[in-house]
């Protein structure tokens, strides 16, 4: 069951708030979507590549004789084709990233850093040849001790990933090198004293495990270059601009040589905001004077890309008996997997982000590991962090007798909390999900036997940034929206519907696409929940461009000065007692006169979108564990967020609930397993189990619109929240059901069965 | 060695084509006869995305052999539609949201013709069991599996 909670007048809107067919709709359900590996150019080749079977390894040299000299076989890159990057960082997105780590990752130097990393790469005629010539090309290794679990890669004398490097935001700085890239430290207050006034404490260690975003559509890419050095790629990217600028700089060619077109995109989740096939596609395809299309398989999307971080996590509460909690720490260690930049710093950032603590401390460190390099997922780290800090905040709730709403609602942030990470928050939704989560049928239903309820919460800070859109009014009065963040899961819907309320217009008038990297201004990613925030605000500023030119059409044609006519559902009208009677001129005349008027119509908005607001998440979960087994099965489950505005409310709907999926996923089933010899032992869908369809409940929504005023429409940005609270929510429920904290994740039938055995013989078990 | 000649029907239409003994039916559909509206997502029979029927019989395309289809009747995602007119679950999934990124898509709505075809008056349960070897990463399976109810009603209703 769907719901919405507004706590605003009801703004009457004639599109925004309603559910139309999305206009890329027909496309997708008739299998006519172009997606990444659905494009094939005259006269291409397929290129494949060769990754190390090692999970560390020095390479001592790379022969690509006999692979060379394979008919069919028309280009290899290795390293030797990619210049040397200086260490340098870059903001991309959420995370920073370092051109000396991406050189690296893409196509790896010195060493191999973890089984899958690329070595080198084949373009071929036929896959088929391009295979054969992989095993042709002969890597010299020396094997070197590796490691993969993040506290064993931050003990001395483990084996170092990086000989040279030196732990960042440590004062001295450490003399000797190790695996930890980054100590980061934020809070404020001093938890020493406040823990004195704590009536409760509770201190627990928590880990998770790497998991992956798991999107259906592999990487996939065909690049060309011409032999004049103009260069096209066609690629499932979150962020086309992103891809053009990273491949510019990888391959020292000047940005505008290379057009980036974005296919459309079966899911991304935060892992396709970063290159790895594109830029060997390129080399390949310059080399060869052919187009290159290059498709992962599912195995190397395991082996070679995402995942998050796996987690070793440690959280300390205070609270006084009155439910206040006075002191907050956490010390987080995140594996960054072969190269810095774990999302520690966010998982840092939001771990007690939901609540008003007056003395709060969270480190994080960001350790390197032998597995792939770990890339967004979905609120980047904050479900870790967050689900930690939720277990404990639901003991302090157990501990003292109280309801763990309650609890929450003693201790929210609302406007002017001043959070951990420094901002004071604007106007949030927290205590309003919290309301709806205890006024929901959810909270009172009864349990059946085995079953557990629980409730966690989730916080995420959402993004803005560079945002370019052009909307042109077409000779017969429809109009051409071009946005330039690829639209995910809806987003061409809901820009449609806010240039259509803007103008007055029909939806069905405005056909919207996402353009590629030559026809508009620079576009940073879809990603940080920033897509319908972003391009929205420059939607909305381009129709109002148009409206501007069209009152100024009018005025001309009236012989009235601007300021006297005004824009209204659809059309120009004179405006106050002296502008006399014209009929009112719709956008559709004013564009037929246009040519007589001044010339073509068009607004083009080009932006940099400050405001983005957070969006808080409340959700409640019930469980049934199965004593005999151990299989926990999620039987109910509510999601209750803060949408700002929901523009479309199924696709914000969808959202929800699919973040709750994903967040069940992890809670329940997924992880990377490695075997001793630093191997990934589960690289398929077969055995790296996501939830399917008859593992899940329907998932039911309420949406909260506490709107974001710094956006013209109230919105909020809602893609990554809802993926924080179901690891908390699923675990808590659990310990209702079982009377067992499980502190380690993920809770699969074997680990809970275990820890049921033993809860049982210490007669501790509630089941 | 020798390419195999293969004729079959797809979406009702004869077609011919020359396949080495390796090709799955999913690397003709899509390379060949450029009907890539079927999606690979592993190539291992574990995410239903290259759904299509064979004889009526669903099937994952990537793990039939392309030889395999001799005589066959093939229908895929190209030839859900008749004309400008939806399959009643094409439409649903529109109307009820049921997709996002859309790659699954294909595969879900040719699982889901053939569940009704076999059961028109599928439970909530019935449905998700069927659909379970089908995944979807951004639906939660919710919309979807309220979406193939309200078609599966609307058919019976028609």
Known sequence: MQQKVKTNGAAAFDWVGTRPVRPDGVDKVTGRARFGADLAMQGQLIGKVLRSPHPHARIRSIDTSAAAALPGVKAIVTRDDFKDQPSQLIPAGEQMINYRDVVRNVMAREKALYEGHAVAAVAATSAGIAKQALKLIEVDYEVLPHVIDVVEAMRPGAPLLHEGMITAGVEPAPKTPSNVAKRVEVGHGDVAVGLRHADVVVERTFTTQPVHQGYIEPHACVASVSEDGQADVWCTTQGHWMVRAQCARLLGWETSRIRVTASEIGGGFGAKTVVYLEPLALALAKKARRPVKMVMTREEVFRASGPTSGAHVRVKVGARLDGRIVAAEAELKYQAGAFPGSPVQPGCMCAFAPYDIENVKVVGYDVVTNRPKVAAYRAPGAPISEFAVECVVDDIAARLGMSPIELRLKNAAKQGTKAAYGPKLGPVGFIETLEAARAHDHWRAPLGKNQGRGVASGFWFNVGGETSVSLQLNEDGTLSLTVGTPDIGGLRASMCMMAAEELGVDIESIRVQIGDTGQLGFNFLTGGSRATFSSGMATVEAAREVIREACKRAAKLWELPEDAVEYRKGAVRPAGANAGKHAPLTLRDIAGLAGKTGGPIAGYARINAQGAAPSFGTHIADVEVDPETGKVTVVRYTAIQDAGRAIHPSYVEGQYQGGVAQGIGWALNEEYIYGPDGRLQNPGFLDYRVPVASDLPMIDTVIVEVPNPRHPYGVRGVGETPIIPPLAAVANAVADATGVRFADLPMSPPRVLAALDDARARGKAKI | ?158
């Open chain 2, 1 to 158: 060695m020798a390419k195999h000649h293969v004729t079959a029907t797809v979406n009702g239409d004869p077609v011919e084509f020359l396949c080495e003994t390796q090709d799955t039916l999913l690397d003709v559909l899509r390379d060949q006869l450029g009907l890539t509206g079927t999606k690979e997502g592993c190539a291992t029979g574990d995410c239903g995305a290259c759904s299509v029927t064979v004889d009526a019989r669903l099937v994952c395309s990537c793990l039939m052999l392309a030889v395999e289809a001799e005589g066959k009747a093939v229908a895929t995602i190209e030839g859900m539609a008749e004309g400008e007119t939806l399959h009643p679950l094409q439409r649903k999934f529109l109307d009820h949201a049921a997709l996002q990124c859309g790659i699954c898509t294909p595969g879900f709505l040719i699982a889901a013709r053939a569940l009704l075809e076999k059961h028109p008056e599928p439970t909530e349960t019935e449905v998700r069991y069927w659909l379970a070897g089908n995944l979807c990463r951004c639906t939660g399976y919710d919309k979807i599996v309220r979406a193939v109810l309200d078609a599966a009603a609307e058919m019976r209703g028609a």
